[in-house]
Every structure is written in C-alpha cells, then in structure tokens.
C-alpha cells in the first residue's frame, strides 16, 4: 500500500530556507492531490499547502503564501515544498498527505 516519508526538515534560523520533500513507496503518487500540513506545539494540524494530481494547480494557506512553494515530480514520485523566508513561527512538525495517508512528519524549527 501506499506510504508517505518526510525529509529535509531541520534547525534554521529565521530568514532561512528549508526545502522538505515527500517521497511515495509503495504506490504511484500520480492519481492523488498532495497536502502539506503542519502541527505547532498545543496547536490544531493546519493545511498549509495542496497540488493537484498533475501539478498544474497547487494552493497555499495565507499564511505561508509569497514565502513557500510546492511542487512535484510524478516520474519519481515526489513532492517537494520548498521554504523561504522561514519565521518562527513556521516551527512545527511537517506533514504530508495523499488522501487518508499521512507520513511520519518532519520537524522544522526556526530559531536564532
């Protein structure tokens, strides 16, 4: 079955950039819209990010909108989100999903 795995999170400092990158196994992405959403301590899951199945549409929370930037690549099964301009208070655990699965989240803290 399909199964989602998280990279590239980390320790940055505010104004930095992160590029995180959800890799499928399992299963082809091709068919599936893939979300980005993210969980900040004592805080609800937030959609943050969404591209469409072939890429040609993608949305972003306002939030994150001007500074992050999503992307895919079907033939190897990856989607990428690329982070700019990184604040505090983008720290939180990053999660991908592709329908009713989910990865095992990424952490990203942005601190001095």
């Known amino acids: 079955q399909l199964q989602l795995v998280e990279s590239g999170g980390g320790l940055v400092q505010p104004g930095g950039s992160l590029r995180l990158s959800c890799a499928a196994s399992?299963?082809?992405?091709?068919?599936?819209?893939i979300g980005w959403f993210r969980q900040a301590p004592g805080k609800e899951r937030e959609g943050i990010s969404c591209?469409?199945?072939?890429?040609?549409?993608?949305n972003y929370a306002d939030s994150v909108k001007g500074r992050f930037t999503i992307s895919r690549d079907n033939a190897k099964n990856t989607v990428d989100l690329q982070m700019n301009s990184l604040r505090p208070e983008d720290t939180a655990i990053y999660y991908c999903?592709?329908?009713?699965?989910w990865g095992q989240g990424t952490q990203v803290t942005v601190s001095l």
């Open positions: 591209i469409s199945a072939s890429g040609s549409n993608a």
């Open positions: 999903r592709a329908g009713v699965v």
């Open positions: 399992g299963k082809g992405l091709d068919y599936n819209a």
